[in-house]
Structure formats: structure tokens, C-alpha cells
């Protein structure tokens, strides 16, 4: 069997002749720091194996022609003088990347394929993954000479122009994701540390409830705007206009000026914070115990404090905790279904999954997936010979 790289060079050299560029886009695992981004807070993200792979190749004319070999769907457009591509269709990430790139006088089109084995919509960052690529290509092609920090920004802006207005975690993360290291990324600065993610004999696993989740329908912007409002109200009280979240022990003092709901929504913000410095220290000292607690008490926070949780996520976390070689778990990404990620022990984790399938299948009718995920490199390019 082909693998999906071999995959998308064969159909490429198929329909249009041998690519003259290959590009990797990894999809993003993140072990804790959830909505924290977006305030300019802390995140533990890696870059996963599972990713989506590009083939492309000039064309002669202005037109794109953009194919996914994963939902089959196929489309050409051209864009127009003031470099405005001219699509509505499936491909509006790569719209948007255009559209960011303002490249208004293209000297050609390009066709592309893309495969990959990244599970779409199940919070693994499929968007960003396409969106980066996309970008990618275009800065080797047309030469643009743009670095990973510019990519990482239009990447995100493009994103935004689809309607989610998500943070900087998972485009960095695609740039910059190393093999077996977890990127301690401080969103205020943008900058990172590399933290060695060595949990044997254990492993992270991600359980996807199959519940797809479109950020767009989801109260993530919602969240985003609370989050900010009742940080506004802190700095306001405080005086101080340049405080951040990730600079409060608690949120306890500002009872008083958040109403219930802000309150909340500050008290896991700034728990969160804690909770990934706290597993930094607990990955380092390979404490798995306390990795594990950590993760549980995100959960507990995201469910009750952000509320941005579901039954299905809910129901995997409990039905997990009933094993004995699971040290913790919790709901990954922007929320409202989507994948868990668990720490297991590796030994028996399909022998256990068979019974969590099984019990989840019974509630909602649904066949989850598990996935087993450590940090891997992150999104290359590769020029082939023509
Ligand atoms: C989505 C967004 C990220 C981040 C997470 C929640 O994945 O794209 O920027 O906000 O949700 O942590």
C-alpha cells in the first residue's frame, strides 16, 4: 500500500505531471493550556505524525486547482487583478491564505493534491494544517522569502477570515514542533521552550468522541470575548493595563468585579496557566502521578469553570478513570467535542479501548477512535526534480 506522501505524488504525476514540490503539515496534539492563548498565556502543545501532505505543481495558466484526496472534493478558480480568489467553495482556508498573501500579480497558478491521515474537525488542528501548507507552498514558489514567525501570523490571520477568531497555538506549533519535545510556547511573547516529553512507560493517547465540532457554529468566539472582558475589568481594577492572566496566583479578589459567569471563566484561565508550568515541572521530574492529576483537574476546569466541554467528552474522561493503567485525562482543543487525551500505560491500552468502545457505543450510538500520538517534527517542504 502506497503511503499517503507516495499517494499524492502518484496522482499528481497522474493528473498533471511529476510536483515540483511536496509539502508536510503536521496536525497539533496540546498536553495542557486550553484557551489560554488568546490571553497571551502558556501552552504545552506538540506536533503530531498525523498530518496532511501536499503535492503540487506550476501551471502554465492563473488558475488553482485545489483537490482533497480525503473528502474527494475538487475545485478550480482563478483570481482576479486585485488578487482576490475568486471561490467560495470548500477551499476557503486556501482563499483566505491567498487573500492574506495578496500575491495580486501571480506569475502562475498552481494544481495541488492533499492526503493525509489527520482525522478532520477532531480538534487536531486539520485547519491550521491545511492553511499552514498552503502557505508554505506558496512562499517557496512564488519566492516570497517570508520566515516561520510571518507564516505563523498570516496563517493565523487567514484562519480568522474564515470566522473563528482562535488563537496562535497551532499554527506555531505546525512551524515549529520538534521530534519527542513539547513547546512550552508563551503566547504573550512568542517564544518558546523545547520540554523533552518522555513518559514510558506510559503514552499519550487521544480518543475521538466523533462528535464533530465546527468552531464556527461553536461558542468559542464567545468565549474569547469573555475572556477578554473580564481580564479588561482585572486590569481596570488593579490599574494596570499590561497584566496578564498568566500573572495571577487567583482569581479569588476579583470576585467583586466579575459577575458569575466572568468569574468563572477567570478562574480557569488562570488555573490553567498554573497547570502547564506545574506539568512542565512534573514531565521533568517524570512524575506521571501528578501529569496525570494535572490533566484531570483541566478537565474539571473546562467542564465547570470555561464550559466548554460535552457528555460525549465527559463520558469518556469518567469511563476512563475506571481504569487502573490510566493516570488522567481531558478534553483537547477548542471544546464541544473532539478528541480526549489520556495518559495510559501502553501495555493494554487496545484491550482496555475494546471495553471504552464498547461502553461508548452502548450511550451514544457512536464508534470512537483511539490514536497514539507523541511529538513528532514539524511541517517541511521538499523540492522534487522534475
Ligand atoms: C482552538 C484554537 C486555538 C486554541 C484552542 C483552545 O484549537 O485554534 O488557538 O484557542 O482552540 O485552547
Redesign the pocket.
Known amino acids: 500500500m502506497l503511503s499517503n506522501k507516495e499517494d499524492v505524488i502518484e496522482e499528481c504525476k497522474r493528473r498533471y505531471g511529476m510536483p515540483e514540490l511536496v509539502v508536510f503539515s503536521p496536525g497539533r496534539a ?1 498536553i495542557i493550556g ?5 490571553s497571551g498565556g502558556y501552552v504545552l502543545p506538540f506536533a503530531t505524525s498525523a498530518g496532511l501532505y501536499f503535492a503540487a505543481k506550476k501551471r502554465k495558466d492563473l488558475l488553482f486547482e485545489i483537490t482533497s484526496m480525503d473528502t474527494r472534493e475538487s475545485e478550480i478558480f482563478e483570481i482576479d487583478s486585485s488578487g482576490i480568489p475568486k471561490t467560495t467553495g470548500f477551499t476557503r482556508y486556501i482563499r483566505q491564505a491567498l487573500l492574506q498573501l495578496q500575491v495580486s500579480e501571480i506569475p502562475f497558478g498552481i494544481s495541488l493534491l492533499v492526503k493525509g491521515d489527520l482525522p478532520l474537525g477532531a ?1 487536531m ?1 486539520s485547519s ?1 494544517a491545511l492553511t499552514c501548507g498552503f502557505l508554505a507552498l506558496c512562499n517557496e514558489f512564488y519566492n516570497l522569502r517570508l520566515n516561520k514567525k510571518e507564516l505563523v501570523e498570516l496563517a493565523v490571520k487567514a484562519e480568522h477570515g474564515t470566522g473563528v477568531i ?5 499554527q506555531y506549533t505546525i512551524f515549529f514542533g520538534e521530534e519527542n519535545k513539547a513547546l512550552l510556547l508563551d503566547c504573550q511573547t512568542m517564544t518558546h521552550d523545547n520540554i523533552d516529553v518522555n513518559v514510558e512507560p506510559f503514552g499519550f493517547f487521544l480518543i475521538n468522541t466523533k462528535v464533530k465540532h465546527d ?1 464556527i457554529d461553536s461558542p468559542y468566539n464567545t468565549r474569547r470575548n469573555q475572556s477578554e472582558l473580564a481580564l479588561q475589568k482585572i486590569q481596570n481594577f488593579e490599574n494596570n493595563h499590561s497584566l496578564l492572566y498568566k500573572d495571577l496566583a487567583s482569581a479569588t479578589k476579583y470576585k467583586k468585579v466579575l459577575d458569575d459567569t466572568l468569574f468563572k471563566r477567570a478562574q480557569h484561565i488562570i488555573s490553567e496557566n498554573q497547570r502547564v508550568l506545574n506539568m512542565v515541572k512534573s514531565l521533568q521530574t517524570a512524575d506521571i502521578n501528578t501529569c496525570g492529576k494535572i490533566l484531570n483537574d483541566s478537565h474539571y476546569s473546562l467542564r465547570h469553570y470555561y464550559e466548554v466541554s460535552c457528555p460525549e467528552l465527559d463520558f469518556l474522561t469518567d469511563i476512563c478513570s475506571e481504569f487502573d493503567d490510566w493516570k488522567g485525562g481531558r478534553m483537547m ?2 471544546g464541544f467535542g473532539g478528541c480526549t487525551i489520556n495518559i495510559f500505560l501502553k501495555k493494554n491500552i487496545y484491550l482496555h479501548f475494546e471495553k471504552i468502545a464498547s461502553s461508548y457505543f452502548k450511550k451514544f450510538g457512536l464508534v470512537p477512535e483511539l490514536y497514539s500520538i507523541s511529538p513528532s517534527g514539524c511541517l517541511y517542504t521538499e523540492s522534487l526534480d522534475s
Open positions: 496540546n486550553e484557551h489560554t492563548d488568546y480538534g488542528s491550521s482562535g488563537g496562535k497555538m497551532d468552531l482543543g477548542g
